[in-house]
């Protein structure tokens, strides 16, 4: 263990540095060091004991929860993961590094393994299959461990050849940095100039990065662990993914899972109107003022497909 802690750490900041014959050989076991600002992120929660609590706090957290939930399913997840529509690549770079501050790790590796899921979805080989390994596993084990810390680069080469997405996943650990650190001086700022506020910077560090992040994950999660246990089946995918409305209204859309393996690369997941799906009418917005464009929609006959595909669908 003193030997690899070296390696573990520089993992921390460049997440290039080799660990091949570590992963080789203990594959599914979880990379403790690697993985500790994992861990101090949910026991920074704890801190509202001390730091209290702001409308200026709640704002910020609610804020940043929003616009980072969107990064991931708009962008992470549609746009990389599925290509679901077009941009440019400016934009492209500005939501990879909203998504970055997310801290679930840069675009490649995010889409190479969400690419990765739809090709053997509910299969051995789907690290976060419930119906596989179990609930804690497909809830957050699975990215903790050692198999899963390298980019599957051989599913991501159409973006691999963006050298600033290349890195950003580098140094995924850059931009939650910098986010954790700009919140704790704008706390330490407001509670200088404007006192009546009631904040500080532990304050919104604490609600904004930590509690935000937290509650970010574990809903982003929870599309894994849950939509593939709980919900209504729509459609006869080769797996068992399910509509879940209440997963779709944490997740901005993401609930809608059966919808979403029926079709994967549509830009809308909510596949009829009363089906909300927030990260699509985002979508929709942006799309108005020309920054998206080319919005993918299901064909009718995959909409009123009712029988299992003879092949697994496309990403």
Same mark, same amino acid.
């Not at 730091?51 to 980072?68: C, D, E, H, P, T």
């Not at 997963?247 to 909300?276: K, S």
């Not at 497909?305 to 595909?309: D, E, F, G």
């Given at each position: 263990?003193?030997?690899?802690?070296?390696?573990?750490?520089?993992?921390?900041?460049?997440?290039?540095?080799?660990?091949?014959?570590?992963?080789?050989?203990?594959?599914?076991?979880?990379?403790?060091?690697?993985?500790?600002?994992?861990?101090?992120?949910?026991?920074?929660?704890?801190?509202?004991?001390?730091?209290?609590?702001?409308?200026?706090?709640?704002?910020?957290?609610?804020?940043? /929860?929003?616009?980072?939930?969107?990064?991931?399913?708009?962008?992470?997840?549609?746009?990389?993961?599925?290509?679901?529509?077009?941009?440019?690549?400016?934009?492209?770079?500005?939501?990879?590094?909203?998504?970055?501050?997310?801290?679930?790790?840069?675009?490649?590796?995010? #889409?190479?393994?969400?690419?990765?899921?739809?090709?053997?979805?509910?299969? #051995?080989?789907?690290?976060?299959?419930?119906?596989?390994?179990? $609930?804690?596993?497909?809830?957050?084990?699975? $990215?903790?461990?050692?198999?899963?810390?390298?980019?599957?680069?051989?599913?991501?080469?159409?973006?691999?050849? /963006?050298?600033?997405?290349?890195?950003?996943?580098?140094?995924?650990?850059?931009?939650?940095?910098?986010?954790?650190?700009?919140?704790?001086?704008?706390?330490?700022?407001?509670?200088?100039?404007?006192?009546?506020?009631?904040?500080?910077?532990?304050?919104?560090?604490?609600?904004?990065?930590?509690?935000?992040?937290?509650?970010?994950?574990?809903?982003?999660?929870?599309?894994?662990?849950? #939509?593939?246990?709980?919900?209504?089946?729509?459609?006869?995918?080769?797996?068992?993914?399910?509509?879940?409305?209440?997963?779709?209204?944490?997740?901005?859309?993401?609930?809608?899972?059966?919808?979403?393996?029926?079709?994967?690369?549509?830009?809308?997941?909510?596949? /009829?109107?009363?089906?909300?799906?927030?990260?699509? /009418?985002?979508?929709?917005?942006?799309?108005?003022?020309?920054l998206i464009w080319d919005l993918r929609s299901p064909p009718p006959a995959m909409l009123a497909?009712?029988?299992?595909?003879a092949e697994r669908p496309s990403v």
């Open positions: 263990m003193n030997l690899r802690l070296p390696a573990a750490l520089k993992r921390w900041i460049d997440s290039s540095v080799d660990d091949t014959a570590s992963t080789a050989t203990h594959a599914r076991r979880i990379d403790w060091p690697r993985v500790l600002p994992f861990l101090l992120i949910h026991l920074g929660c704890i801190g509202v004991v001390w730091v209290g609590i702001s409308a200026v706090a709640v704002g910020v957290a609610l804020f940043l /929860y929003a616009v980072r939930m969107f990064a991931i399913t708009g962008f992470y997840h549609r746009y990389f993961s599925h290509r679901a529509f077009k941009t440019s690549r400016a934009v492209q770079f500005s939501f990879a590094l909203l998504g970055a501050s997310a801290v679930q790790r840069g675009p490649l590796w995010w #889409a190479s393994h969400h690419r990765h899921h739809h090709a053997h979805s509910d299969e #051995a080989s789907d690290s976060h299959s419930a119906k596989q390994h179990g $609930f804690l596993w497909s809830h957050m084990g699975w $990215f903790l461990a050692r198999e899963n810390f390298p980019v599957r680069a051989h599913l991501v080469r159409d973006l691999s050849r /963006y050298a600033e997405l290349r890195w950003l996943d580098r140094f995924d650990v850059l931009v939650p940095t910098l986010l954790g650190i700009g919140l704790y001086g704008l706390g330490a700022w407001l509670e200088h100039e404007s006192p009546g506020l009631g904040t500080s910077g532990g304050q919104l560090f604490v609600w904004g990065f930590c509690l935000s992040t937290v509650i970010l994950y574990h809903s982003t999660f929870a599309i894994n662990s849950m #939509a593939h246990r709980f919900g209504a089946r729509r459609y006869a995918t080769q797996d068992d993914s399910r509509n879940n409305l209440w997963l779709a209204l944490v997740t901005f859309g993401e609930g809608w899972h059966n919808n979403h393996h029926h079709f994967p690369g549509a830009a809308r997941q909510g596949f /009829y109107w009363w089906e909300i799906d927030l990260t699509y /009418y985002g979508l929709r917005a942006l799309a108005a003022v020309g497909m009712r029988a299992p595909s």
